[in-house]
């Protein structure tokens, strides 16, 4: 399908000329493709995870350790997405083009927050193909918050903590509301 202007926009949900490879917390949010609740089952208020899920958890965990200065904290993986706290840490200049230019073409700075969520979902997607789920596929982007005091933080701490107490009235309980 040849590029149309008039119908393929896509409006970026990202802050305007924000640099996302700066020191910060950011809460964020991935979706499995159309909502499938292929990570897990919520079962006694709380969450049983599938293979899939088994391994979106661990290769979440595993971020700090390919990311320089990048720290993980209260995450939880729901049966159908992921919510967490990423916090970037000052480690010094880690890029040099003006940020101007980083919205060209969808570029994604290196050691930023989209590189980071990247990254993470090509590594889960990449094992679910060579693993026998090769149907599995993220929703695309991601949704993401910059958390900015203490008391945002502590609030989506305790979000985070109580999702899957709350997932029978959960917006992406696709049992409680279908896909459009």
């Given at each position: 399908?040849?590029?149309?202007?008039?119908?393929h926009h896509r409006r970026s949900v990202r802050l305007k000329e924000y640099d996302y490879s700066q020191a910060g917390a950011y809460?964020?949010?991935?979706?499995a493709y159309n909502r499938?609740?292929?990570?897990?089952?919520?079962?006694d208020r709380g969450v049983s995870?599938?293979?899939v899920g088994k391994i979106a958890k661990l290769f979440f965990e595993e971020i700090p350790n390919h990311f320089e200065g990048v720290a993980l904290d209260k995450f939880v993986v729901m049966p159908n997405h992921l919510h967490g706290i990423i916090t970037i840490q000052n480690v010094g200049v880690q890029n040099f083009e003006p940020l101007q230019k980083q919205n060209a073409f969808q570029h994604i700075m290196p050691k930023s927050l989209g590189s980071i969520i990247r990254t993470y979902k090509s590594a889960v997607t990449h094992w679910c193909r060579n693993n026998g789920y090769e149907h599995f596929k993220w929703q695309r982007n991601y949704y993401e918050r910059i958390i900015r005091d203490e008391d945002e933080l502590r609030a989506i701490r305790e979000y985070i903590a109580e999702n899957p107490l709350k997932w029978?009235?959960?917006k992406e309980n696709p049992s409680i509301y279908p896909n459009p």
């Open positions: 399908m040849k590029y149309d202007p008039d119908k809460f964020i949010t991935i979706c499938e609740c292929i990570l897990g089952d919520v079962v995870l599938s293979a029978e009235s959960d």
